[in-house]
Nanobody, 124 residues
Framework: QVQLVESGGGLVQNGGSLRLSCAASGRTFGSYNMGWFRQAPGKEREFVAA????????NHANSVKGRFTISRDNAKNTVYLQMNSLKPEDTAVYYC?????????????????WGQGTQVTVSS
């Protein structure tokens, strides 16, 4: 089992950038696919991006494609979410999660371990 801690959230203006980090404990981080999800006030948690254990394949939600980029550094046990051209509708709590599956999955129900989340607020 891997434990996850997100960081890097904050308040940013419309059009700004942030980079979220998710640090994982344990020596098996490199065997997990990783995902980022977000939950806005009054809305259900939704898929943002995911990356395979090797970093070779990524998947981004249509709403963030071209603006957000997921990446990972297995030597540092960390997965990142670079967020550019932020919009007020990106305001949410962002969570990272781990998945043992062989292929990328977008359903949050299939991710076993979750971090506590980090708040991202984009002002208009």
């Amino acid at each position: 089992q891997v434990q996850l801690v997100e960081s890097g959230g904050g308040l940013v203006q419309n059009g700004g950038s942030l980079r979220l980090s998710c640090a994982a404990s344990g020596r098996t981080f490199g065997s997990y696919n990783m995902g980022w999800f977000r939950q806005a006030p009054g809305k259900e948690r939704e898929f943002v991006a995911a990356i395979t254990w090797s970093g070779g394949i990524t998947n981004h939600a249509n709403s963030v494609k071209g603006r957000f980029t997921i990446s990972r550094d297995n030597a540092k046990n960390t997965v990142y979410l670079q967020m550019n051209s932020l919009k007020p509708e990106d305001t949410a709590v962002y969570y990272c999660a781990s998945d043992r599956a062989g292929s990328i999955r977008v359903s949050q129900a299939l991710y076993a371990n979750w971090g506590q989340g980090t708040q991202v607020t984009v002002s208009s």
